[in-house]
């Protein structure tokens, strides 16, 4: 008996890796993060199909554990990678306290596809040797360290924070011409990008209307310029 927790990339279904894709080919059972994965990546499979958003935790194990005990194959899908903002954890650990195998498959996070639309690195040298990982306050979250983080003055990427966007801003301790980038819908068909910087990015948002499923990166690694060469390609 074993659970598999599966990436499945940030939105384009050909972001899945081969096993996310071969895993939910034999499935009997996908339980699925909601809106942030692609339908796409479901139809045509055997499985039968769980949304877990808006089921409890409660709800979702007794699922899993009943299909197992059916003799089912059961896959846990979350959207980019599971490691990132997926609340894991609280769901592997019940089911390995009854004995019960858990693995987990990576997914390409939508951090990497946000870094691939913008045609840029998330580190790049002589402009960011660090990147920064992080979500701002809210109903799921008493504290946030936004204003420390950015004094690192390191390349920034913000999750489920898109519909806080003015707070976010206004909390950064950095200067209001740093570049900064919304990426909204990363990889999917209708994905969209808004430049701006600290000062202006927050109007741009709200008037493009954009309140979800985006991320912002900060810094200058947003400019694509300043940068230096790195030693893996030497002269000859
Ligand atoms: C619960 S977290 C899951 C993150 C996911 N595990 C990952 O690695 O991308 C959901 C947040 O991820 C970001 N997100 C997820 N998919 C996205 C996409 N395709 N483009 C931009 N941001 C995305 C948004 O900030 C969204 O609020």
Redo the contacts with the bound molecule.
Sequence with gaps: MKVYFVGAG??DPDLITVKGKRLLEEADLVIFAGS?VNPTLLEGLKAEKMDSNGASLEATFARMVDSLRAGKRVVRL?????S???AILEQMKPLEELGIEVEIVPGV???F??SAVLKTQLTLKGVSESLIVTRPAGTTLEKDELAALSRHGTTMAI??G?DKIRDIVDSLDRSPDTPVAV??????QDERVLLGTLGDIAAKVVAAGID????IIVGDVVKRTGFRRSHLYRNR
Excluded: E, K, T
């Design positions: 940030p939105g942030l979350h959207s980019g990678d599971p990132l903002y997926g996070s939508s951090l596809a946000a999750f489920l898109i990426v909204y819908h990363a990889s999917w979800r499923s985006a991320l």
